[in-house]
């Protein structure tokens, strides 16, 4: 049998480099910035204008134009082709908006208006306190269902904490990403950003699940095996199921991302992307760390294992 | 076959064309007339406003916050939004309280929606004020003492004089635009029996004094009062164009606002967005369920055809209950749906992987088959129990106004997972058994069939 679990000083290595440039990413962005993350309108409150133009605008005069009209806070984006723009800047009133797109329209034409959206303050706020209670929810939710779901196992608590370890490499590597592509391409934090994030730890939980449920079934199954051999065997197992469901999961995915509206894009990178993290670490990152727990060593997770275990 | 199998089959069939029907775009809608009871119901698919274009805005009293509002008056605004709203010819419009401050006002296709939020907006306070002997011309801003109580009262200033009112629209009964004999425009109104009273005891005590017709505390009209009017019924020229009058008219119909609102926050989405966004994401939606099925028939064979064929039942019956519910579809919902195909499908596979890790072992294929669908069944419950319980959550955090387009994906991945239950469990084992028992042998003799 492969052994799988013999490389589990790589695999922890692998999640470290991960883990780490994204905490690098929120250190820069928070010098750059003043944030670790950057915020969208939904959570700051602000304004969102998305224009087409006929042809190619610049941003700079753009910008300058929008300056003129009061608005210094603006930031100006380029989306798609050079000739559709998203504006961002302070909530303002739809009459103040169709007042800043006729200035617009007389410096570069015609455009068509997409999309318009401007958030108070209040509501800013309000936003901002729903999504907190959601993230204190969905991680209560979260560790009460995995107490209930190893109801039965030995070391239930074991299992427990390993899934929730888990689950918190999953969360901190998202925020990671999550200021990266800030950074890189300007990505801003909104809700269905936070959807997404929330979605996945949803599915990283069962993904999780089904490796363990199939570890607690072999140690039934396989008294006398070694533990570390029974790990083995039962990621062995259930790589094809996560294959085969994360293939699946993928072709969805990847359609909307290639195809589908602009507006949801980003929403299925971040889906996609953690949850080809969230199948990396539950069976790569969770069942490694339960079974150095489980081995007795815990401590010794990045020396070199003593004895070549699971060579069976 | 056992008797309940092919019950099952009889029952998946008639569900299967139920929920094809339904699901058809051009449906027929439901109409029926079974002697007294009628049904008339149309079934479509309801689309939101970031598919078809439109605009949300959310009102607010425009009252300082320790301001107790009263529900009654609340209630007053959001029912004049809404005849206000009706009055723009929006199809399918949405004006809903939200708390006690608030209203949400949803013009799917608007237009022009600058406009529509200036006519929302609108106080539309139309008084009679009583000015005294002093003429003031139209387009004077005056301050009156109706509901004066209501603004900041160290806000009025002495050197300002402050009128008194009247009458306000609320006494009004009716009004119109009709001609006068110069072929201009002019209003004419009726007021209640109440309005009438108060009318004709003002115009007998004040001949020859100015009532001033005031609209949001702006002069339109100074008329002298040269008789007492016994009747309630009058007249308000001034220059407007025919446009104005009836712009006019349609505010005094539809009544004052007993509270000035405000725009808190505004999303509008342009049609052209909305076109774009429904074509890309049913293309899309079309080549991921195609590579999905294509995939499932290639690594699973017969078994994956039958799953094919339960997951394409899974869509018509998804589709069908998102249009009878019926659930507003938004671009995040369509997302939802989509991802819970795959959901759906992920049970398939925990199943399928089973039925060949048994028949591997040397199991018959009856035996691999119904240990496959009872060994998976625990995992298959627990992630979608787990997935539940983070919809609940994101839907409730998708009730918040500035987040409600995490409802919709919450909603379709619900209700896409629990749907999946029955169709990747129920539907997938009665074929299998199906299968099985047309030919079995067969199926046993040729084991890559099976992919095993």
């Known amino acids: 049998m492969f052994n799988l679990m013999g490389k589990r000083r790589l695999y922890f290595l692998i999640s470290a480099v991960l883990l780490g440039v994204g905490a690098i990413a929120m250190i820069y962005s928070t010098l750059a910035f003043g944030a670790p993350l950057r915020m969208g309108i939904d959570f700051t409150s602000g304004s969102m204008i998305e224009l087409r133009f006929q042809d190619e605008v610049d941003v700079g005069t753009m910008r300058a134009i929008i300056t003129e009209a009061g608005f210094s806070d603006v930031t100006v984006q380029r989306v798609g082709g050079g000739n559709q723009v998203v504006i961002r800047t302070r909530p303002m009133e739809i009459e103040t908006k169709e007042a800043l797109r006729a200035d617009l329209e007389t410096e570069f034409g015609p455009s068509i208006e997409l999309r318009f959206e401007s958030v108070g303050p209040a509501i800013g706020r309000e936003t901002t306190r729903a999504a907190i209670t959601a993230i204190i929810a969905a991680g209560i939710a979260i560790l009460f269902f995995i107490t209930f779901a190893f109801r039965r196992v030995p070391n239930a608590f074991r299992y427990g904490v390993c899934a929730m370890i888990k689950m918190f490499h999953d969360v901190l590597f998202l925020l990671g990403f999550a200021s990266i592509m800030g950074i890189v391409a300007g990505w801003e934090m909104d809700a269905l950003y936070l959807t997404a994030m929330i979605t996945v730890l949803g599915f990283s939980v069962e993904d999780v699940i089904v490796v363990f449920d199939r570890i607690r079934e072999n140690i039934r199954r396989r008294r006398g095996e070694e533990y570390e051999t029974i790990v083995n065997r039962s990621l062995l197992e259930t790589l094809h199921r996560s294959l085969a469901t994360q293939t699946n999961a993928m072709f969805v995915m990847l359609a909307i991302i290639l195809i589908g509206g602009a507006t949801i894009r980003q929403f299925m990178i971040v889906m996609m992307v953690g949850m080809v993290v969230d199948s990396y670490s539950s069976l790569f990152f969770a069942v490694p760390l339960l079974a150095a727990w489980e081995n007795g060593d815990f401590g010794r997770l990045f020396r070199r294992p003593v004895k070549s275990a699971a060579s069976a | ?452």
Request: hydrophobic share 50%; charged share 20%; aromatic share 6%.
């Open chain 2, 1 to 452: 076959m056992r008797q309940r199998d092919i019950r099952l089959l009889v029952l998946i069939a008639i569900v299967t064309v139920l929920a094809a029907w339904v699901s058809w775009p051009n449906n027929p809608g439901i109409r029926l007339r079974l002697g007294g009871l009628t049904i008339d119901r149309d079934i479509e698919t309801h689309l939101g406003l970031d598919l078809r274009g439109g605009m949300r805005v959310l009102l607010e009293a425009d009252l300082p916050a320790q301001h107790e509002i009263d529900p009654e008056s609340m209630r007053a605004a959001r029912n004049i939004v809404e005849s206000r709203v009706n009055a723009l010819g929006v199809t399918e419009p949405v004006v809903q309280s939200v708390g006690t401050r608030r209203i949400l006002v949803e013009l799917p296709g608007i237009e022009d929606p600058e406009a529509a939020v200036a006519t929302l907006k609108e106080t539309g306070l139309m008084e009679w004020v009583d000015t005294g002997g002093e003429f003031l011309p139209p387009g004077t801003v005056i301050q009156t003492d109706y509901l004066i109580d209501l603004t900041d009262t160290d806000a009025v200033t002495p050197t300002e004089p402050i009128y008194h009112t009247v009458l306000t629209g609320a006494h009004l009964r009716t009004a119109r635009v009709e001609f006068d004999q110069s072929g201009l425009p002019v209003i004419a109104f009726e007021l209640n029996a109440e309005g009438a009273d108060i009318f004709s005891q003002h115009t007998a005590n004040n001949v020859g004094q100015f009532l001033s017709i005031v609209l949001d505390k702006v002069i339109i009209s100074s008329p002298r009062i040269s008789t007492a009017i016994p009747d309630g019924r009058g007249q308000i020229t001034g220059q407007f164009s025919v446009d104005e009058a009836r712009s006019i008219v349609l505010q005094l119909r539809y009544g004052a606002l007993p509270i000035p609102l405000q725009v808190i926050d505004t999303q509008a989405i342009g049609p052209t967005l909305g076109e774009e966004s429904i074509d890309r994401s049913v293309r899309a939606g079309i080549v991921g369920l195609a590579a999905i099925l294509i995939f499932m028939l290639i690594y699973y064979r017969v078994p994956g055809l039958l799953a094919d064929i339960a997951l394409i039942i899974y869509a018509l019956i998804t589709l069908a209950i998102l249009k009878l519910v019926p659930v507003t579809l938004t671009l995040p919902g369509i997302a939802g749906f989509l991802l819970s195909v795959g959901v759906a499908v992920d049970a398939n596979i925990l199943i399928f992987e089973r039925m060949r890790e048994e028949l591997r072992q040397g199991n018959s294929l009856q035996r691999s088959i119904e240990t496959g669908f009872q060994r998976a069944w625990t995992s298959i419950f627990d992630s979608n129990v787990s997935t539940w319980i983070i919809c609940a959550i994101l839907w409730v955090f998708g009730n918040t106004f500035g987040a409600s387009m995490v409802k919709g994906f919450a909603i379709t991945l619900a209700l896409g997972v629990f749907v999946s239950m029955f169709t990747a469990v129920v539907v997938t084992r009665t074929f299998l058994r199906a299968a099985f028992a047309l030919g079995g042998e067969k199926l046993d003799e040729k084991r890559w069939l099976l992919a095993v």
